[in-house]
């Protein structure tokens, strides 16, 4: 019985298993073709990670897809040693899979792992397109060795993080890698420069120490000069910072002939602001070139003149991106940053990894007065006539004082948003937004003065506060956010009664805006009695306050609880039949 049992469970089983694949050939997306089903699950697998191989978990889905993935060898040519670690065997089995196709492969090995690295290598050496390693620098000589061969490699990345310098032989790049379009080194010093040609990518990194192998300047020009399809350059410390090396740069700026680079799409460079001005004025950028610079060296104001005038020239060209926004990072005794895009937005400095800003420049001043002095000159060498958005949540402490302010402000004649952090910096700023509007046109020459002829000058109009934003030192200090958001009232007081020329007095500031970003939204919440009647608007966690709103949001939240209190039955508070309707009482029924 048991026996006839177990075969009509068989039975079962396969006619449950029939069905079902009857069903999914029904479904719409079995009616795909194997291509088109094959780029849904590697386009998944790029969402994800594809060198984790959790992907894999897309072929559990039924048996088509099993065969689809499995059948396609590119799913499986992108080869990492995080797999090999769960499973030795897992890498050998990807390797077996992705067949004859070329294979993209990212390695950070150990000591004792080198040896599985190197066989890898070395049998599938010739299909090698991408090769990406991170590890100690003794551990390149074993798996980069005189006279290897990369027939299709296209894309070399080396980053060595250990303390010995590591150098590339130049036979590795004379007739070893003649299809490589790409080369990133970090802290790897190489020669045979000269062999090295039509790059698309080029990104040297050296470390602090300095003391990694670098070609000479006119050795990287004439690199860049092979390469006119470049369209990303990378230097960090490869540019010469000695009194010898600045006078040759001076020197080699002045050639005749500058190097046109028309496809760069960004330049990053990190050096000495006199080896950045020469680089600039050697290369010739597309208007549509983003520019990411950190000068060493500006500790004064007159330090960043030099460096203004290719900069000037660069964003100026017809055809530059209109910027529309600016942010200012400012860090007491630290660096001071500006970042202009043609973005219009304030919310975040933070960019992601695959966004790069238009121009983005970082300098060290030392003295209030040469902070002041680089943002004069920087925002007057800058195109922000059309400029209405300004990002200052990184404005801590009080390094920057209400003359500067009044400066920056005077540079932007089209500004209507301006979002800060409740913290000192915030005082600073309205202070110096409160000053600017009060002299007006006085003063003013030059670009300044031509603006203002023009009729351009428009105040900001918006002021956005991140309540959270204390300086960075954690929960807000409520000592301090009390005296911060009563400096607040105070300062919109002053502007409400300032009678200016372009300012009436009674005239109250168009719009004020408290974010509802953690525990500052109460101490914002807390005054908005007292900022209602020194704002046009006032908007709290994202919606226009005003107390007649209030007090019938809160009537109908009461109702809706006696409501909620009677179909329940629920007894009713002794003390809410004593309390008055149109209060606005402190407790808020929509938040409980």
């Given at each position: 019985e048991r026996a006839r049992l177990d075969a009509r469970l068989h039975e079962l089983r396969n006619e449950i298993q029939s069905v079902q694949l009857q069903r999914n050939a029904i479904a719409p997306i079995s009616f795909l073709p194997n291509e088109l089903l094959f780029r849904i699950i590697l386009y998944h697998a790029y969402s994800v990670d594809i060198f984790s191989a959790s992907w894999v978990k897309a072929m559990l889905v039924c048996r088509r897809w099993y065969e689809v993935a499995r059948s396609h060898a590119q799913l499986w040519s992108y080869v990492s040693d995080s797999v090999r670690r769960q499973s030795p065997s897992h890498v050998w089995e990807m390797l077996k899979r992705s067949g004859d196709y070329p294979l993209t492969c990212t390695f950070s090995p150990m000591d004792e792992?080198?040896?599985?690295?190197?066989?890898?290598?070395?049998?599938?050496?010739?299909?090698?397109?991408?090769?990406?390693?991170?590890?100690?620098?003794?551990?390149?000589?074993?798996?980069?060795?005189?006279?290897?061969?990369?027939?299709?490699?296209?894309?070399?990345?080396?980053?060595?993080?250990?303390?010995?310098?590591?150098?590339?032989s130049p036979s590795l790049f004379e007739h070893g890698a003649p299809r490589l379009r790409s080369l990133e080194l970090n802290n790897i010093g190489m020669s045979g420069w000269h062999y090295l040609s039509n790059l698309t990518n080029l990104s040297l990194v050296r470390g602090h120490?300095?003391?990694?192998?670098?070609?000479?300047?006119?050795?990287?020009?004439?690199?860049?000069?092979?390469?006119?399809?470049?369209?990303?350059?990378?230097?960090?410390?490869?540019?010469?910072?000695?009194?010898?090396?600045?006078?040759?740069?001076?020197?080699?700026?002045?050639?005749?002939?500058?190097?046109?680079?028309?496809?760069?799409?960004?330049?990053?460079?990190?050096?000495?602001?006199?080896?950045?001005?020469?680089?600039?004025?050697?290369?010739?950028?597309?208007?549509?070139?983003?520019?990411?610079?950190?000068?060493?060296?500006?500790?004064?104001?007159w330090g960043v003149t030099s460096l203004l005038v290719p900069i000037h020239r660069h964003l100026h060209q017809s055809g530059s991106p209109v910027l529309l926004s600016l942010s200012i990072n400012s860090y007491p005794d630290s660096y001071t940053s500006i970042t202009a895009d043609s973005t219009p937005t304030t919310e975040s400095d933070l960019f992601p990894n695959d966004y790069r800003p238009h121009f983005r420049l970082v300098v060290h001043p030392t003295k209030q007065s040469a902070c002041r002095s680089v943002f004069t000159k920087v925002l007057n060498a800058l195109p922000l006539d059309n400029a209405e958005h300004a990002n200052l949540t990184l404005v801590w402490g009080h390094g920057l004082s209400t003359t500067t302010w009044r400066k920056v402000f005077r540079h932007l004649p089209r500004l209507k948003v301006v979002r800060i952090g409740v913290n000192e910096g915030m005082v600073a700023v309205l202070e110096g937004i409160t000053d600017a509007v009060k002299h007006g046109t006085q003063g003013l020459w030059g670009a300044q003065r031509r603006r203002a002829a023009r009729g351009l000058f428009a105040w900001p109009t918006h002021l956005s506060l991140v309540a959270s934003n204390d300086g960075g030192t954690g929960v807000p200090d409520p000592v301090a956010q009390t005296h911060y958001y009563d400096s607040l009232v105070r300062l919109l007081s002053e502007y409400r009664d300032m009678d200016a020329p372009l300012k009436p007095a009674g005239v109250c500031w168009p719009t004020l805006e408290i974010d509802s970003i953690r525990h500052g939204y109460v101490m914002g919440h807390d005054y908005r009695h007292a900022l209602f009647p020194l704002v046009q608007d006032l908007i709290i966690y994202g919606k226009s306050w005003d107390p007649v709103s209030e007090r019938k949001r809160m009537r109908e939240s009461r109702r809706k609880m006696r409501e909620l209190r009677k179909e329940f039955g629920i007894p009713q508070p002794e003390d809410e039949g004593s309390s008055s309707e149109g209060s606005d009482s402190a407790e808020d029924p929509a938040q409980i």
């Open positions: 792992e080198v040896y599985v690295l190197e066989m890898i290598l070395k049998k599938h050496m010739h299909r090698v397109r991408s090769l990406k390693i991170n590890g100690d620098a003794k551990l390149f000589s074993p798996l980069l060795k005189e006279g290897d061969r990369w027939p299709i490699l296209e894309h070399l990345a080396l980053d060595s993080w250990g303390s010995e310098n590591t150098h590339l120490d300095g003391t990694t192998p670098h070609p000479s300047f006119d050795v990287l020009l004439a690199t860049l000069q092979r390469s006119p399809s470049l369209r990303r350059l990378k230097l960090h410390g490869y540019l010469p910072s000695d009194e010898e090396g600045l006078m040759a740069l001076d020197r080699l700026s002045t050639q005749p002939f500058p190097i046109d680079l028309p496809l760069l799409e960004h330049l990053d460079v990190v050096a000495a602001f006199e080896a950045i001005d020469a680089l600039l004025r050697c290369v010739i950028l597309p208007p549509t070139a983003s520019m990411y610079l950190i000068a060493r060296g500006i500790f004064e104001g």
